[in-house]
DNA sequence: TTTTTATATTGCAATATTACGATAAATAAT
DNA sequence: ATTATTTATCGTAATATTGCAATATAAAAA
């Protein structure tokens, strides 16, 4: 198969999962990092800090587009990349609120 | 290909994308929740609970383990699983140190 | 001991992902 | 107008993922 079965998923869990799966590659990560280090959007560059080709890098952007985690706009003939607050700030709430149901019921029977 | 170039990242980079690639599935944040829900380790029950065959469940359950996400403890004919705090106090604290600098910085430029 | 219960493994088909060379498209610079 | 620069898209090869039926394994129950 390969095809995943969303349809039996919850919104949100479908949609933690799209969010998590566009950072299930390190290429990515290292994109949303680069974005937060440079303190700015970034006109190209990103390429350069890769270490892979530039369709490569062009595809990994294109993920993180679609799962919302970056916009993009034009600027020139350059394109201006940042990250999209809305999207960490999701991903950031759901492991708050399940680190602090783990620390309160503090399991730990395996 | 196919293949990811983990040598080219750093440890963090690929640790994070090895915990986030692992939540790429609704499936298996859907096991996630349930570990959470049932405020306890599960010895079975997770199979009835998804709507997916016997075998695709083991494969997610590996998947999460592989990954840390989950342990698993034998427990006569039945195997205990429960979440592991420390990889998700890793993702908690990773995407809250990224939401905090986003909110210092305040970009906003795309 | 046979049967049941719970989980894992194997094998396979369908599809998705990763990576890159070649090329296109679109603006900027000369 | 031509050339350079920047990014996207196409095509394709290699590999990975998803899902399940069939089967194996191993302990519990009968």
């Known amino acids: 198969m390969?095809?995943?079965?969303t349809e039996h998923f919850t919104d949100k869990q479908n949609a933690i999962a799209t969010l998590a799966k566009a950072l299930g590659?390190?290429?990515?990560?290292?994109?949303?990092e680069y974005l937060m280090k440079v303190d700015a959007c970034i006109c190209g560059d990103i390429?350069?800090?890769l270490p892979?080709?530039?369709?490569?890098?062009?595809?990994?952007?294109?993920?993180?587009k679609n799962a919302?985690?970056?916009?993009?706009?034009i600027?020139?003939?350059a394109i201006c990349y940042?990250?999209?607050?809305n999207a960490l700030s999701?991903?950031?709430s759901y492991f708050a609120t399940i680190s602090d149901n783990l620390e309160r019921k503090k399991i730990n029977c395996c």
Chains 1, 2 share one sequence.
Do not use: M, Y
């Not at 390969?2 to 079965?5: E, F, H, V, Y």
């Not at 590659?25 to 949303?32: E, G, L, N, S, T």
């Open 2 to 5: 390969g095809a995943t079965k």
């Open 25 to 32: 590659h390190p290429a990515r990560v290292a994109i949303i």
């Open 47 to 49: 390429v350069n800090e």
């Open 52 to 64: 892979l080709a530039q369709p490569t890098v062009s595809q990994h952007l294109k993920e993180l």
């Open 68 to 73: 919302g985690l970056i916009k993009g706009s």
């Open 75 to 77: 600027e020139g003939n």
């Open 82 to 85: 940042c990250i999209d607050e």
């Open 90 to 92: 999701i991903l950031q």
